[in-house]
């Protein structure tokens, strides 16, 4: 699905965009969000059974377009941090909804600490944002996932990661924990240079250099519109989405050289929520009426930790929980079924997998995971 609305701040850079999105050949439906203004773009992928994908990823987008209070890099962080909130309010709210989640990546044009506008990136997740400058393509965002932390731990290359069983295990994304790692960069807007934000179908179905060529030429919706079908027509294995945007006004280009992508800024809020203003007044509140506050703080919290479902590792033993992986204040997650089957007989990335444990949408596909996971024991 997609959101659109239109800004009109005044800003010195522009950027234009396109986007395409496709089902694929696989999928019975698009769980993939894309949402653009005039100076955001974002594109999120969701994840959870039944429609729970499809309601995490519009809901991300839907936050984003209308939650960036403050125009800057930091503003564009506490705007994802609220659709987690939102994401996690409406699973518990909604039962059917429980265990949703998603990927989410944005760009948007920010103000910098100098005060001229600059770009911002944000990531959860794996789906990407490319920069394409000067015929050189660079992935600025970092894959939170199984196979990624494999590959930057040297364990496997990048060719086995591409072809890897446990590819799609995620090890962050919205949804998931109330106090998720963030990662954002800064960047310097140069005019002529594109920036690809896609879900995980696009590139799994094309690599980097075809990439690169096909982001080289034709408008920013032309090449959106070729990549998403070359996506399908190698496969389409999953949802395609695919936003280009391009500098169309900003600081001209000098030569080939591009500032080098920065290290990610990983980011947890860890903080206290502000004290009002009006403090007093708030300590002079009745007991009864902050007695009724916490009471439905605790309904809510224990709603939203008793939900969820994942893979973790019970004394040895494989297992199936109840709950949230880290538990939530005094609520821990329930085990439901385990026992016959050993962590350690299972293959080194499955193992690791199932020691950091794996969050999926519902019993039946732990199930259905831990099934697959007997094929890996040794000496299977």
Avoid: K
């Avoid at 920010?110 to 789906?127: C, K, R």
């Avoid at 199984?146 to 090890?171: C, F, K, W, Y």
């Avoid at 896609?198 to 090449?223: A, P």
């Amino acid at each position: 699905m997609m959101a659109i609305r239109r800004s009109h701040r005044p800003r010195s850079v522009r950027l234009v965009a396109g986007t395409a999105t496709h089902t694929g050949q696989i999928r019975a439906s698009n769980q993939d969000a894309v949402g653009m203004v005039d100076d955001l773009f974002v594109v999120a992928d969701g994840m959870g059974g039944h429609r729970g994908g499809e309601v995490a990823a519009a809901e991300a987008v839907d936050v984003l377009m209308v939650g960036l209070e403050r125009s800057d890099r930091a503003g564009l962080v506490a705007a994802v941090r609220a659709a987690n909130r939102s994401i996690l309010e409406r699973a518990a709210a909604e039962p059917d909804l429980s265990g949703m989640g998603t990927t989410l990546c944005a760009l948007a044009v920010v103000d910098s600490p100098s005060g001229d506008d600059a770009l911002a990136v944000v990531n959860i997740g794996d789906s990407r944002v490319y920069r394409f400058a000067a015929g050189r393509l660079d992935q600025i965002s970092d894959d939170h996932s199984l196979v990624a932390d494999l590959v930057r731990a040297g364990e496997i290359t990048s060719e086995e990661a591409a072809h890897h069983p446990q590819r799609n295990i995620l090890t962050r994304a919205l949804g998931i924990e109330a106090d998720p790692l963030i990662d954002s960069w800064d960047l310097v807007p140069v005019r002529g240079d594109r920036y690809l934000l896609c879900s995980d179908g696009l590139f799994n179905e094309l690599d980097d250099g075809r990439l690169t060529e096909m982001l080289s030429g034709g408008s920013v919706q032309e090449v959106a519109d070729r990549l998403v079908q070359e996506a399908v027509d190698n496969g389409g294995h999953d949802n395609v989405t695919v936003l280009v945007a391009e500098v169309a006004t900003g600081p001209e280009p000098r030569g080939t050289d591009r500032e080098a992508i920065s290290m990610a800024r990983s980011e947890q809020a860890l903080r206290s929520l502000p004290v009002p203003e009006n403090a007093p007044g708030v300590v002079r509140a009745s007991l009864a009426s902050a007695s009724c506050i916490l009471a439905a703080a605790v309904l809510v919290l224990g709603m939203y930790a008793h939900q969820g479902w994942f893979i973790g590792s019970d004394d040895g033993d494989v297992a199936v929980f109840r709950g949230r992986p880290s538990g939530l204040l005094w609520f821990d997650p329930t085990l439901v079924e385990g026992g016959d089957l050993r962590v350690a007989g299972l293959d080194e990335p499955t193992r690791i997998a199932v020691e950091e444990t794996i969050v999926v949408g519902s019993l039946d596909e732990a199930r259905r995971l831990i099934e697959g996971f007997r094929g890996t024991v040794s000496g299977a």
